[in-house]
């Protein structure tokens, strides 16, 4: 009889395997952009303040054949879960993907969430085809609330590109600057940060997600900067600063170094106000920059956004 199994994620055993089925579940996706063991294995297993996260996974006669994912925000969204889940390829068809959604929304509403979130992958080239995912979650009643592009660059091969666009950038700029740090941002800039920041999901496109923004204090600021350190990360943060020295436009890269051939971007963001510089460009080389300087061995830079963000779209491409 098939059961519902927990991952202690303090035991590394029953997390490693929580992590192969995880991993071997996704054949569809470019494996080299996929985390690694060594960089995934820390950051599972450290508890949020933030999040409350949860593994487990479904057996069948003692054999791990599906795994899934909650995580329920504390700090914002109170409605929303986010949820992923993951059938062995050598288990499909048989209703495991089915038991373990039904598990994943039961405790969502245990929790009081009305609002279950989960990502669908469909491999480049292939458009609005329907995947095996998504016709799965469509038949269970799950709609499309948004369409995302995933891009990847490799760093040196795009860096012969970079000079000509920082010229583009010089000559658009006007009185703003690009600060870069790693790791922990300036006290003379953490309020404006946390101010850009907070306004990030309201300018984004985002569909019919809905997501509300978060409340970027100076102390979440700082909680953040410390739980990326304590699970391995370098983030090298690129921000547009204006004349009057207010941070107006954001770009973060994030390596993790117990593996770095990846860096991953978390936001592009510049405030409507500030617009037609062309700081998004400005802030990515600048984070880009940094990151060959800082992490030689990052090879690979991975990215997404809204397909309806065409202008981010350019910037990437």
Sequence with gaps: MPVIHD??????????????????????????LLPSWESARVPLATERTDFDVTLFGLREAGVLVGVALLNLPLEDNPTVAYAELLTHP??????????????????????????????????????HTVTGNQAFAEAQGYAVANREGMK?????????????????????????????????????YVESYGRA??????????GDLDLEDRDWTV????????????????????????????????????????????????????????RGHRLGLATKLASHRALREQVPECRLVVTSNAEVNTHMSAINE
């Design 152 to 188: 990847a660059v490799h760093l040196e091969e795009a860096e012969r590109l970079w000079p000509a666009l920082e010229a583009d950038v010089e000559a658009a700029r006007g009185d703003y600057r690009v600060v870069t740090w790693r790791d922990v941002c300036p006290d003379e």
């Design 219 to 274: 102390d979440r600021v700082r909680a953040s900067e410390k739980h990326r350190t304590d699970v391995g990360l370098a983030t090298l943060e690129s921000v547009a600063v204006s004349a009057d020295g207010t941070v107006v436009g954001v770009t973060g890269v994030r390596a993790n170094l117990a593996d770095p051939m990846i860096a991953r971007i978390g936001v592009t963001m510049v405030l409507p106000e500030h």
């Design 197 to 206: 920041l907070s306004r990030v999901m309201a300018l984004i496109p985002q």
């Design 90 to 127: 050598d288990h499909r068809r048989r209703g495991v993907g089915t038991e373990l959604l039904a598990e994943l929304e039961r405790r969502a509403r245990a929790a009081g969430r009305d609002r279950l979130l989960s990502e669908v992958f469909v491999p480049a080239g292939e458009g």
């Design 7 to 32: 991952v202690d994620v303090q035991d590394e055993a029953q997390l490693r395997e929580w992590y192969d089925v995880w991993r071997a579940s996704q054949p569809h996706r470019p494996q080299e």
